[in-house]
C-alpha cells in the first residue's frame, strides 16, 4: 500500500463535513501526487488528465486508456435508477478480455453514491467487487461529506486491468480507512 504521509493529521485536525474546498486545496493535491509518483514507475509514456464528471474527479491516461484514480465527496445515497446505467455499462469493453468471465465493469465511484458508467468502469474481479469492496463503499455513502477515492494499480504499460485498487473513505476528525485490494 502507499504511503500517504501526513494524512491522519490532516484528517484529525478538521471537523466534518469536508468541504470541497477543503479537498480542492489540501487533500486532492497530496492525493494526486502520490498516485501520479507511484503510477510513473511502471507507465512508462503516459498522457494523463484530470476531468470531473458528476461532482466527481477523474485521473486517466489517455496514451494506455485506463483510469489511475476517481474521488469525491460523498453526499449520501444518489438514488437514480439503475437501468438507465446498467445499459449503458453493456458497451464497455470486457468480454475479450483474459478470465473475461471472472471480472465485472466495476464502477470506480460506486453507483449508489452517484457514480456513473464510461470513465467510471474499470475491470474487477468480481469477488472484490461484489465483496470486499463493499466495505468502504457503504461507509462513504452513510458518511456524507466524506471524501471517497480509487487509486488503480497497473503491472505494466500495455495492460488495461488492473493488479490492484487502493480504495480509501477520509472522514474530518477520524483516521484514514484504506483498504489495499488486489485484482
Same mark, same amino acid.
Given at each position: 500500500?502507499?504511503?500517504?504521509?501526513?494524512?491522519?493529521?490532516?484528517?484529525q485536525a478538521?471537523?466534518? $463535513?469536508?468541504?470541497?474546498?477543503?479537498?480542492?486545496?489540501?487533500?486532492? $493535491?497530496?492525493?494526486?501526487?502520490?498516485?501520479? =509518483?507511484?503510477?510513473?514507475?511502471?507507465? @512508462? =509514456?503516459?498522457?494523463?488528465?484530470?476531468?470531473?464528471?458528476? @461532482?466527481? +474527479?477523474?485521473?486517466?491516461?489517455?496514451?494506455a486508456e %485506463?483510469?489511475?484514480?476517481?474521488?469525491?465527496?460523498?453526499?449520501?445515497?444518489?438514488? +437514480? $435508477? %439503475?437501468?438507465?446505467?446498467?445499459?449503458?455499462?453493456?458497451?464497455?469493453?470486457?468480454? =475479450?478480455?483474459?478470465?473475461?468471465?471472472?471480472?465485472?465493469?466495476?464502477?470506480?465511484?460506486?453507483?449508489?453514491? @452517484? @457514480? &456513473?458508467?464510461?470513465?467510471?468502469?474499470?475491470?474487477?474481479?468480481?469477488?472484490? =467487487?461484489?465483496? &470486499?469492496?463493499?466495505?468502504?463503499? &457503504?461507509?462513504?455513502?452513510?458518511?456524507?461529506?466524506?471524501?471517497?477515492?480509487?487509486?488503480?494499480?497497473?503491472?505494466?504499460?500495455?495492460?488495461?486491468?488492473?493488479?490492484?485498487?487502493?480504495?480509501?473513505?477520509?472522514?474530518?476528525?477520524?483516521? $484514514?480507512?484504506?483498504?489495499?485490494?488486489?485484482?
Amino acid at each position: 500500500m502507499l504511503s500517504y504521509p501526513h494524512l491522519t493529521s490532516i484528517l484529525q485536525a478538521l471537523r466534518p $463535513p469536508l468541504t470541497e474546498a477543503v479537498v480542492t486545496s489540501t487533500l486532492a $493535491p497530496r492525493l494526486v501526487e502520490t498516485w501520479l =509518483n507511484d503510477y510513473a514507475r511502471t507507465a @512508462g =509514456n503516459y498522457d494523463i488528465v484530470e476531468t470531473r464528471a458528476d @461532482g466527481f +474527479s477523474y485521473l486517466f491516461d489517455i496514451s494506455a486508456e %485506463r483510469l489511475i484514480a476517481a474521488w469525491g465527496l460523498s453526499k449520501g445515497k444518489d438514488a +437514480s $435508477p %439503475r437501468a438507465i446505467i446498467a445499459t449503458r455499462m453493456k458497451g464497455h469493453p470486457l468480454t =475479450n478480455m483474459v478470465g473475461g468471465k471472472r471480472y465485472h465493469r466495476g464502477h470506480a465511484v460506486p453507483h449508489t453514491m @452517484g @457514480g &456513473r458508467t464510461d470513465i467510471n468502469l474499470v475491470p474487477q474481479l468480481g469477488v472484490i =467487487n461484489s465483496g &470486499r469492496f463493499q466495505e468502504l463503499e &457503504r461507509l462513504a455513502v452513510a458518511t456524507p461529506g466524506s471524501l471517497y477515492f480509487t487509486y488503480w494499480r497497473y503491472p505494466d504499460a500495455r495492460t488495461q486491468r488492473p493488479s490492484g485498487v487502493e480504495q480509501g473513505c477520509l472522514i474530518a476528525g477520524s483516521a $484514514p480507512y484504506i483498504a489495499d485490494l488486489r485484482n
